[in-house]
Every structure is written in structure tokens, then in C-alpha cells.
């Protein structure tokens, strides 16, 4: 990839929340987290916190800038695709569609994202990789969870 300004089509691809930083004032004119979106949020709705209030930042006319040159150290969370992996990819990626509905993406666009992944998984089946086919199948289908999931629900939390 090479360096450019973040967009909201982009965005899937641009950022993730170990890799973002924000200016005090952008933060205080965006707000808060969505405490219905996140791993902490205790919903089905397990990311998306960071990527929808940098959609918020963005409308109200902050300028994020990707540059691939950036080097974060994170561990890899797909290394291993054991129940723990597949139950936070299915949380994260219910999280994503439900920040796409909340977005009102265009269809175009959901089925891009959704789409994705689909190819992923028919990729590793073709390769043998039977853990990542799974993982991504399910990617897939969970983004779509999250995309249909009531837009007017503001919560159903797990505990």
C-alpha cells in the first residue's frame, strides 16, 4: 500500500485501533466510543468502536492519514485458528457489519466487504488450509449478521 488519506470506503483497510492516534481536539469533538460496539462492550457487536468513531471524526472534518511506512508491533491474532480465534472472529466481524448498517454503506459495498473474505475461504479450501477456510467462512457470514442485525436495537448485551 502506499501512503494516502483515509476515506470512508478505505477505512476497512487503513486503520485498526493499535495503529490510530488522534489529536486531543478531534477526540473532543468526535466523542466518545460507542459502548454498544468493542470487545469490552459485553455485545455480539465485538469491534468497530475505533473504526466508527473515526467515521465520526471524519464527518466532523478531521483528516486521518494512512502511512504504510508506520510500524506497529502487535501479536498476530490469526496464527492459530483455535475456538478462541473463531469466537473473536465472529464477535469482531459482527462488530464490522453492524458499524457498516449503522454507516449505511451502500450494498455495493457491504458485499464487497462480505465478499472478501468469502474468496479468502474458498482460497485456503483450495490451498488445504481448512482452520483459515473456516475462519474466513465465518467471517463472511458474520459480517452479514451484523449488517441485518436490527439498526433501531441500541444493545443486546451478553451478560
Same mark, same amino acid.
Given at each position: 500500500?502506499?501512503?494516502?488519506?483515509?476515506?470512508?470506503?478505505?477505512?476497512?483497510?487503513?486503520?485498526?485501533?493499535?495503529?490510530?492516534?488522534?489529536?486531543?481536539?478531534?477526540?473532543?469533538?468526535?466523542?466518545?466510543?460507542?459502548?454498544?460496539?468493542?470487545?469490552?462492550?459485553?455485545?455480539?457487536?465485538? %469491534? @468497530?468502536?475505533?473504526?466508527?468513531?473515526?467515521?465520526? /471524526? =471524519?464527518?466532523? #472534518?478531521?483528516? *486521518?492519514?494512512?502511512?504504510?511506512?508506520?510500524?506497529?508491533?502487535?501479536?498476530?491474532?490469526?496464527?492459530?485458528?483455535?475456538?478462541?480465534?473463531?469466537?473473536?472472529?465472529?464477535?469482531?466481524?459482527?462488530?464490522?457489519?453492524?458499524?457498516?448498517?449503522?454507516?449505511?454503506?451502500?450494498?455495493?459495498?457491504?458485499?464487497?466487504? %462480505? @465478499?472478501?473474505?468469502?474468496?479468502?475461504?474458498?482460497? /485456503? =479450501?483450495?490451498? #488445504?488450509?481448512? *482452520?483459515?477456510?473456516?475462519?474466513?467462512?465465518?467471517?463472511?457470514?458474520?459480517?452479514?449478521?451484523?449488517?441485518?442485525?436490527?439498526?433501531?436495537?441500541?444493545?443486546?448485551?451478553?451478560?
Amino acid at each position: 500500500m502506499v501512503p494516502h488519506v483515509i476515506n470512508r470506503f478505505n477505512i476497512w483497510t487503513s486503520q485498526t485501533s493499535y495503529t490510530t492516534f488522534y489529536r486531543v481536539p478531534t477526540l473532543k469533538k468526535a466523542g466518545r466510543f460507542n459502548e454498544d460496539l468493542g470487545v469490552g462492550s459485553g455485545t455480539v457487536w465485538g %469491534a @468497530g468502536e475505533e473504526t466508527e468513531l473515526l467515521l465520526r /471524526a =471524519l464527518r466532523d #472534518g478531521a483528516k *486521518g492519514f494512512y502511512d504504510p511506512g508506520l510500524r506497529i508491533m502487535h501479536p498476530e491474532p490469526l496464527a492459530i485458528f483455535d475456538d478462541v480465534a473463531m469466537k473473536r472472529g465472529r464477535l469482531y466481524n459482527r462488530g464490522f457489519g453492524r458499524v457498516m448498517r449503522m454507516e449505511a454503506y451502500p450494498l455495493w459495498f457491504i458485499t464487497y466487504m %462480505a @465478499g472478501r473474505p468469502l474468496i479468502g475461504a474458498m482460497a /485456503a =479450501l483450495a490451498k #488445504g488450509q481448512l *482452520g483459515q477456510a473456516r475462519y474466513r467462512a465465518s467471517a463472511f457470514r458474520e459480517r452479514l449478521r451484523g449488517w441485518a442485525d436490527d439498526p433501531n436495537r441500541q444493545t443486546h448485551r451478553n451478560h
